[in-house]
T-cell receptor, first 115, second 112 residues
């Protein structure tokens, strides 16, 4: 399977704990995006990388959130001191910038539940 | 006003019906228009992509864009129960980096 993969698929944690999610994009894609999706809403943009550079962050991304893409391949999204409001589906997408269209392909998501 | 508006539904139709799904947007700078399908507890799957006004057809799916009205549509012909899902419109603009905004999604149920 050469699609976008995410790990874990589900995470249950207690309020105040730190969590880290991983995304492996389609291998030749140089752009990687993180989104958050809550029930009944579309994905909301969090941040994106072109290669290893983080080029944009949403104001939704508080100081408790950090994302990295150290070698321009996989990416991690860490949430520190989780709050119940962080419960959501976290989606990763990748695209190939050079094709001029930024068509994004999504992974299956990581569903986070904060108790 | 949201940048992209989409009726959340739910929309329920009998098998074989023609389905029409719609979005409106407010920013005339948006250039690229996409439709994604999302099954329950799965990631969105790209269905259609277009960047110009007019129609684009792919099998049972037709995407329509009217830039003058800032209105986009997805038509599904001969709808099947397997089409039951949430359909998300997404609109992008290239500002040096791409900005993509998603609609809230329309839940579609196709009854056998």
């Amino acid at each position: 399977d050469t699609g976008v993969s995410q790990d874990p698929r589900h995470k249950i944690t207690k309020r105040g704990q730190n969590v880290t999610f991983r995304c492996d994009p389609i291998s030749e894609h140089n752009r990687l995006y993180w989104y958050r999706q809550t029930l009944g809403q579309g994905p909301e943009f969090l941040t994106y990388f072109q290669n290893e550079a983080q080029l944009e962050k949403s104001r939704l991304l508080s100081d408790r959130f950090s994302a990295e893409r150290p070698k321009g391949s996989f990416s991690t999204l860490e949430i520190q001191r989780t709050e119940q409001g962080d419960s959501a589906m976290y989606l990763c997408a990748s695209s190939l910038a050079e094709d001029g269209t930024d068509t994004q392909y999504f992974g299956p998501g990581t569903r986070l539940t904060v108790l | 006003q949201k940048e992209v508006e989409q009726d959340p539904g739910p929309l329920s139709v009998p098998e074989g019906a023609i389905v029409s799904l719609n979005c409106t947007y407010s920013n005339s700078a948006f250039q690229y228009f996409m439709w994604y399908r999302q099954y329950s507890r799965k990631g969105p799957e790209l269905l259609m992509y277009t960047y110009s006004s007019g129609n684009k057809e792919d099998g049972r799916f037709t995407a329509q864009v009217d830039k003058s009205s800032k209105y986009i549509s997805l038509f599904i012909r001969d709808s099947q129960p397997s089409d039951s899902a949430t359909y998300l419109c997404a609109i992008s603009v290239n500002t040096g980096g791409f900005k993509t905004i998603f609609g809230a999604g329309t839940r579609l149920f196709v009854k056998a």
